[in-house]
């Protein structure tokens, strides 16, 4: 199955790697379903919170809260 974009692909990873850990496929399936949401706590981030390399400052902080 060819998987395009990144929600998706990190949503049959996470099945694929439920599946190789032994889950039972309804459990598989509840990963797959839910790993889309890996993301949306990102939303309300500004970029360049988000694309900053070194540490987060005492201002960044409070805005992520």
Avoid: F, T
Wanted: aromatic letters at 6%; one cysteine or more; proline letters at 5%.
């Amino acid at each position: 199955m060819i998987v395009r974009g990144h929600i998706w692909r990190m949503a049959a990873y996470a099945a694929a790697l439920a599946a190789a850990c032994g889950w039972e496929a309804r459990d598989c399936r509840q990963v797959e379903l839910a790993a889309p949401m890996h993301d949306a706590g990102k939303i309300g981030i500004p970029n360049a919170i988000m694309r900053k390399p070194g540490k987060l400052d005492a201002a960044e902080w409070i805005i992520l809260s």
